[in-house]
């Protein structure tokens, strides 16, 4: 389990497989104190240590796992938000984040407004239950709050603010229009559909 404040803005060291893969990241965390087995969010995708040296670790990344998120994408260099899962008494600084990648969505806008940027994400239409103004998202394993929700004929679209602070210590420093981002949505946003479903 996770809390979406990123901790270390890690880089793909090296990709290496066909189907499944194995990504080595390069990372600021002391990996002394990583286990082998220990979760990290990746970009938001919960991922397991399976190997490590000194400023790098590696995991293994399934087919099914780069066909729901945007990982395909990435290349040796590309920034990646990582976040380590929680202890018992760590603070929950964001919100209950689980690693588990809802959709894959689109950047339609990434502007800067004042000191901050306005980015706005396009989600397929199935998803647009989950995602509410005021209500928190995942965005590449960010915590991030919904400033509107808009519902046109291509999907739906969020709007959010990002503040000076969250673009220096997360990867969108990077971020450009028609980027592929992964997105979960509030897990409670996730039971009450299903509660709808069922009712």
């Not at 990372?27 to 970009?43: K, L, M």
């Not at 990002?162 to 980027?179: A, C, L, N, W, Y």
């Not at 592929?180 to 709808?196: C, G, M």
């Amino acid at each position: 389990m996770f809390t979406g404040i990123v901790t270390d803005v890690g880089a793909v060291r090296s990709m290496e497989g066909d189907g499944d893969i194995r990504i080595a990241f390069n990372t600021c965390y002391d990996t002394s104190t990583v286990e082998i087995g220990a979760s990290i969010a990746c970009a938001g995708v919960c991922l397991t240590v399976v190997d490590k040296g000194k400023g790098w670790f590696s995991a293994d990344v399934s087919r099914e796992s780069l066909s729901v998120t945007n990982i395909g994408d990435w290349k040796v260099g590309t920034l990646v938000n990582l976040e380590r899962s929680l202890k018992l008494g760590d603070e929950l600084g964001g919100h209950i984040v689980t690693g588990h990648i809802d959709c894959v969505g689109c950047v339609t806008c990434f502007s800067s407004v004042d000191d901050s940027v306005l980015l706005q994400v396009v989600i397929p239409e199935d998803f647009s239950g989950f995602v509410a103004q005021k209500g928190s998202v995942t965005v590449d394993g960010t915590s991030l709050t919904v400033n509107k929700v808009e519902d046109h004929s291509e999907g739906t679209t969020f709007s959010i603010n990002i503040i000076p602070h969250t673009q220096e210590v997360t990867s969108f420093r990077t971020t450009k229009v028609g980027d592929k981002v992964n997105v979960e949505f509030d897990i409670l946003a996730r039971y009450v559909s299903r509660l709808q479903e069922k009712g």
